[in-house]
Structure formats: C-alpha cells, structure tokens
C-alpha cells in the first residue's frame, strides 16, 4: 500500500489498498509507520480506495494504533462487518469519532447499518454519505435526525434523481429534532435544508 501523511502529521491517506495475509506482516507495517508517524498525534484517516473486505484486520490494526483519531473515510462495506463495527477494541475509538465520510462510492446503504452507526458514533457531528439510490435510505435519515444529538452537517450524495416517499422539508426535519432532542436543541433560523438531483445536504 501507498502512505500520505500531512507535514504536520495530523492526517494519514492510504492510497492503493492491498490487504496483507498475515497479521505479522500488517503489525510490522504500522511498527514501520509509527517511525516516521506519531500515531497519537494523527485525529485524520482516510482509506481512500475501495477493497476488499477481507482487509479488515488491517483497518484494525491501524485504527488501534490511532487512538485520537476523529475524523474517519472508509468505505460502507467495512461497516457492515461484525469484525469492525463490534469489535470491543475499537468502540472507545469508534465513540470519539466527529467527522465520517462514507462517499468512496455510490453503494446501498440500508437503514440496518445506520441503527449501528448511531449506537457506535455518538459523538458524530458531520456525516456525509453516498447511496446508489435515495429512496432506498430514505428511511435511514429519520434514524440519524431522532438519534444523533450533535449532529450539526448531514450531506447525502445519490446517483438516481430522488422520489420522495414522505415529504421531506425544513419544518419536518426541525419537528424530528424537535421530537427527539426538545425545542432547545436547534435554532431554526440557523438551519439550512437543500435537496437536488444529486444531494440532499442539512446544515443545523
């Protein structure tokens, strides 16, 4: 695999994906990386090419050796996978995560997986999120709106023209808030709600 790191050594790309065979191999490469990273100091990963899922013990093993990170990209797949999303040693990490960026690519990202999200990313306050076809997470976004308090930008990216189901406006999107959280928790006149042909993007 290809590694960038900023100067600063906040953030860290892996470009070109290859997942090792062997879990020696992938602890001696984040050994090796840890020579020319201080790991504790990165709060930025980004996983930025597809793979396969069978990599994710490299995911692990880089996630473990990123304890302050907060600001994650991967790819949904990842997400759906029992070794990732319930694994005892990543929730601390998973818990402290701000930022989530699952655009890598249009996929279907099922309301099933977004229940998860909520449970292992409270603290999430930016979410963006590419689906292959609006109306198939349609009802994931009620989900988000009732279930993640500091959520402040949710940025849904679609590949198909969206046909809404359920009317999905300002006013509706500030009763569910306004549902889940109390009247306190939003100030509607600084709320911005945008939808197009190829996004939908809620700003609180």
Same mark, same amino acid.
């Given at each position: 695999?290809?590694?960038?790191?900023?100067?600063?050594?906040?953030s860290l790309s892996f470009v070109n994906w290859?997942? +090792?065979? #062997?879990?020696?191999?992938?602890?001696?490469?984040?050994?090796? *990386?840890?020579?020319?990273?201080? *790991?504790?100091?990165?709060?930025?990963?980004?996983?930025?090419?597809?793979?396969?899922? +069978?990599?994710?013990? #490299?995911?692990? !093993?880089?996630?473990?050796? $990123?304890?302050?990170?907060?600001? =994650?990209?991967?790819?949904? *797949?990842?997400? &759906?996978?029992?070794a990732i999303i319930d694994n005892p040693s990543?929730?601390?990490? !998973?818990?402290?995560? @701000?930022?989530?960026?699952?655009?890598?690519?249009?996929?279907?990202? $099922?309301?099933? =997986?977004?229940?998860?999200?909520?449970?292992?990313?409270? +603290?999430?306050?930016?979410?963006?999120?590419?689906?292959?076809?609006?109306?198939?997470?349609?009802?994931?976004?009620?989900?988000? =709106?009732?279930?993640?308090?500091?959520?402040? &930008? *949710?940025?849904?990216?679609?590949?198909?023209?969206?046909?809404?189901?359920?009317?999905?406006?300002?006013?509706?999107?500030? #009763? @569910?808030? $306004?549902?889940?959280?109390?009247?306190?928790?939003?100030?509607?006149?600084?709320?911005?709600? $945008?939808?197009?042909?190829?996004?939908?993007?809620?700003?609180?």
């Amino acid at each position: 695999m290809r590694t960038k790191h900023s100067s600063w050594n906040k953030s860290l790309s892996f470009v070109n994906w290859v997942q +090792s065979n #062997d879990n020696d191999d992938e602890q001696q490469y984040v050994a090796y *990386l840890s020579n020319i990273v201080h *790991l504790p100091n990165v709060t930025k990963i980004n996983f930025e090419t597809n793979v396969d899922p +069978s990599g994710s013990a #490299d995911i692990k !093993f880089i996630l473990q050796a $990123c304890p302050n990170v907060i600001d =994650l990209k991967i790819s949904p *797949l990842y997400l &759906y996978l029992a070794a990732i999303i319930d694994n005892p040693s990543l929730i601390s990490i !998973f818990k402290q995560i @701000k930022i989530l960026d699952l655009i890598t690519k249009y996929s279907n990202v $099922c309301s099933d =997986l977004v229940s998860n999200l909520v449970k292992r990313f409270p +603290s999430l306050t930016h979410m963006e999120v590419r689906v292959a076809s609006f109306n198939y997470f349609e009802s994931a976004i009620d989900i988000l =709106l009732s279930h993640q308090q500091n959520l402040s &930008y *949710l940025n849904i990216g679609h590949s198909t023209p969206a046909i809404f189901n359920q009317p999905f406006s300002r006013s509706h999107i500030i #009763d @569910k808030r $306004c549902q889940a959280f109390g009247f306190n928790t939003i100030d509607e006149h600084k709320m911005h709600f $945008c939808v197009n042909k190829v996004e939908m993007k809620i700003v609180f």
